[in-house]
T-cell receptor, first 112, second 113 residues
Framework: QQQVKQSPQSLIVQKGGISIINCAYE??????FPWYQQFPGKGPALLIA?????SEKKEGRFTISFNKSAKQFSLHIMDSQPGDSATYFC???????????FGSGTRLLVRP | DGGITQSPKYLFRKEGQNVTLSCEQN?????MYWYRQDPGQGLRLIYY???????QKGDIAEGYSVSREKKESFPLTVTSAQKNPTAFYLC????????????FGEGSRLTVL
């Protein structure tokens, strides 16, 4: 119940295309859903986050779509660029907790 | 510049040896964390500390130990009891209160020979 399932494991997209990464969870006690971006040899960094009281959040080319009834959320990267090539992790935090539960990660490659 | 500094970046050890990974932060964050990253498994929480002189086990604490004697420092010891210690270790911190934003260091890659 504390798992966050992420797919796909890897993704190849042409420059200018849309990258879509999906995550699903079971525990309805989760109240905060961030996405982290990690470049090779670096630590992850917060990219964008959403709370379950909104269905969508957009920041530049990055959009989170949230479906509370289906317990799913996804990251959309519009106009994908080679510089977006990185590993992306979804995560969820349970209310009243310091702990973040991470998905298994998606390795994105954007071809020029 | 504020941030989290992990050292060493790369570390090799022989089986049966304990090693200590350093994590220092100058962000004035109360909470600090250690995560382990393995290919295809995401980030798994080893230990976390919400305040000085207090820490809690995460999901995979067996074979690891920590201390939190100073706000700025949260070292992780990988003991010989850890069965599969080869991994990428990430230290993180967060601001006080209720937040999901973690600030990560650049990691330490441990290889057991």
């Amino acid at each position: 119940q504390q798992q966050v399932k992420q797919s796909p494991q890897s993704l190849i997209v042409q420059k200018g295309g849309i990258s879509i990464i999906n995550c699903a969870y079971e525990n309805t006690a989760f109240d905060y859903f961030p996405w982290y971006q990690q470049f090779p040899g670096k630590g992850p960094a917060l990219l964008i986050a959403i709370r379950p009281d909104v269905s969508e959040k957009k920041e530049g080319r990055f959009t989170i779509s949230f479906n509370k009834s289906a317990k799913q959320f996804s990251l959309h990267i519009m106009d994908s660029q080679p510089g977006d090539s990185a590993t992306y992790f979804c995560a969820a935090r349970m209310d009243s907790s310091y702990k973040l539960i991470f998905g298994s990660g998606t390795r994105l490659l954007v071809r020029p | 510049d504020g941030g989290i500094t992990q050292s060493p970046k790369y570390l090799f050890r022989k089986e049966g040896q304990n090693v200590t990974l350093s994590c220092e932060q100058n962000l004035n964050h109360d909470a600090m964390y250690w995560y382990r990253q393995d290919p295809g498994q995401g980030l798994r929480l080893i230990y976390y500390s919400q305040i000085v002189n207090d820490f809690q086990k995460g999901d995979i604490a067996e074979g690891y130990s920590v201390s939190r004697e100073k706000k700025e420092s949260f070292p992780l010891t990988v003991t010989s009891a850890q069965k599969n210690p080869t991994a990428f270790y990430l230290c993180a911190s967060s601001i006080p209160g209720y937040t999901g934003e973690l600030f990560f260091g650049e990691g330490s890659r441990l290889t057991v020979l």
